[in-house]
């Protein structure tokens, strides 16, 4: 019997107000300097119709702004053309007529069309790929976080030095986050979300800390601590094979330290 394939879904990443960025946002930059507008469309406003490009360019090629369609069969890659990077809402599209990939076999989750049907608005979590909703939960969590581990710092300024900096040392010495994660993302088409998820991961950490009266060595350890705990939410499903793995993603997850990282499976 021959095995069911899943079928393709095809997503596009949008502005907070439903309209598409533009594909590249350097030459978006200078078309606005030159006084030129750079054509949208709005894709909350056009569920479930077809929608043809207001401006296609040359297929397909990357000739201007705004010059097709853009869409991902991998959503953990759709924030890697977004200029900035969040929030933003992601839409199910289905592409009509003829297709292209300008990124060819470096990029085969990449299509671009003239035309689509918009099919529903996604969770915005998907962007992040199908762990996405462990990572957006935990974004969640950091702030509320951020203050807990600041004021254990502050009970125990020499303790959590000497607990912070060996597991520092061995973040460091085991490559766990630019090399483990940032592979097993990358490997797994999540390299966007890792990159999208880690700097958020220091924003909405660092101004708790600092609220909460976290030295700036704390601060900036802290956002250590939470960009680790995104990224091991992140690659959770792709660091497992092994023990010496799961003792990766163990310290991604906080291991070593005294306080409690979330860590669902």
């Keep these: 019997m021959a095995r069911s394939t899943r079928p393709v879904v095809h997503y596009m990443a949008t502005r907070p107000d439903g309209t598409v960025p533009p594909n590249i946002e350097d030459l978006a930059r200078y078309a606005r300097a030159r006084g030129e507008q750079v054509p949208t469309v709005n894709l909350a406003d056009h569920l479930g119709q077809v929608v043809d490009h207001p401006s296609p360019g040359r297929k397909w090629y990357t000739d201007r702004a705004f010059g097709y369609f853009h869409m991902y069969t991998r959503p953990g ?7 900035d990077d969040w929030p933003i809402r992601v839409f199910v599209v289905e592409p009509l007529g003829e297709t292209g990939n300008c990124g060819g076999d470096y990029r085969p989750f990449w299509l671009m069309a003239q035309q689509i049907r ?12 199908h762990r996405g909703k462990h990572v957006l939960d935990t974004l969640g969590q950091l702030p ?37 994660a940032a592979c097993r993302a990358r490997y797994s088409r999540r390299e966007a979300a890792l990159q999208t998820a880690t700097q958020l991961a220091v924003d909405v950490a660092g101004q708790p800390a600092i ?13 250590l601590r ?23 993603r163990a310290l991604l997850l906080g291991a070593g330290l005294d306080a409690q990282a979330p860590a669902r499976a």
């Design 77 to 83: 890659e759709i924030l890697e053309l977004i200029e």
């Design 118 to 129: 918009v099919i529903e608005e996604a969770d915005a979590w998907v962007a992040f790929g």
């Design 144 to 180: 509320g976080l951020a203050r807990q581990w600041a004021a254990e710092w502050a009970a125990d300024p020499e303790g959590a030095r000497r607990t912070y900096g060996a597991w520092e040392k061995r973040v460091e010495q085991t490559l766990a986050l630019t090399s483990w």
């Design 211 to 223: 609220d909460a009266g976290a030295e700036p060595h704390a601060v900036a350890l802290i956002q």
């Design 226 to 248: 939470a960009r680790c705990l995104v990224a091991g939410q992140l690659v959770h499903d792709r660091l497992r094979a092994s023990e010496y793995e799961q003792s990766i």
